[in-house]
């Protein structure tokens, strides 16, 4: 099947500073991307749509200006957490599109991120 | 608004059959996933429903009942690796926009 890389798996920075994550279909262009944020215990919260080459939208209550997305290309959208806090320690998931189609969706493996 | 509601845990022996029940209300709808994630990996594609019935896939089946706003995972003899969480999600809008409810988490005992 299709295939959602992340990187980083994980990562620790300190407070303050900017974190990217990155998402890529490896084997199929992605017209859109969505990303997730899940806290420990609970379900994956979505953040925002990503479709390529334009601007993301973000769910209720996502600051836009902290949670940089980016979607240059059909096989690549980052996620900059800027000014990381500790609140925002969480695990960071992405998902991808093929088509229009439902069911065409693909998760990527994660990133967990913790801001000291 | 959008409402997907699960029991938060559930226990069961190896060998068993679980249900594991899922409603929602939601604006839109286009159809229903299950997913299982084990803790810190990504969710992993189980089932998806958009018309009413049964879809059986080996020890797995979902049901669906669009006007209920109601579904159901059917896990058939329980391994002790079912020990996860079971999500809900609801496509909402277009472009596979889900919708997660907040999961149930299932330990499989000896």
């Known amino acids: 099947g299709a295939v959602v890389s992340q990187h980083p798996s994980w990562v620790i920075c300190k407070s303050g500073t900017s974190v990217k994550i990155e998402c890529r279909s490896l084997d199929f262009q992605a017209t859109t991307m969505f990303w997730y944020r899940q806290f420990p215990k609970q379900s994956l919260m979505l953040m925002a749509t990503?479709?390529?080459?334009?601007?993301?939208?973000?769910e209720q209550g996502v600051e836009k200006d902290k949670f940089l997305i980016n979607h240059a290309s059909l096989t690549l959208s980052t996620l900059t957490v800027t000014s990381a806090h500790p609140e925002d320690s969480s695990f960071y998931i992405c998902?991808?599109?093929?088509?229009?189609?439902?069911?065409?969706?693909?998760f990527g493996e994660g990133s967990r991120l913790t801001v000291l | 608004g959008q409402n997907i509601d699960q029991p938060t845990e559930m226990t069961a022996t190896e060998g068993a059959i679980v249900q594991i029940n899922c409603t929602y209300q939601?604006?839109?709808?286009?159809?229903l996933f299950w997913y299982q994630q084990h803790a810190g990996e990504a969710p992993t594609f189980l089932s998806y429903?958009?018309?009413?019935g049964l879809e059986e896939k080996g020890r797995f089946s979902s049901f669906l009942s669009r006007s209920k706003g109601y579904s159901y995972l059917l896990l058939k003899e329980l391994q002790m690796k079912d020990s996860a969480s079971y999500l809900c999600a609801v496509v909402s809008g277009g472009y596979n926009k889900l919708i997660f409810g907040a999961g149930t988490r299932l330990a499989v005992h000896p």
């Open positions: 429903n958009v018309l009413d």
């Open positions: 990503s479709n390529e080459g334009s601007k993301a939208t973000y």
């Open positions: 939601t604006s839109g709808f286009n159809g």
């Open positions: 998902s991808a599109s093929q088509g229009a189609a439902v069911g065409e969706l693909f």
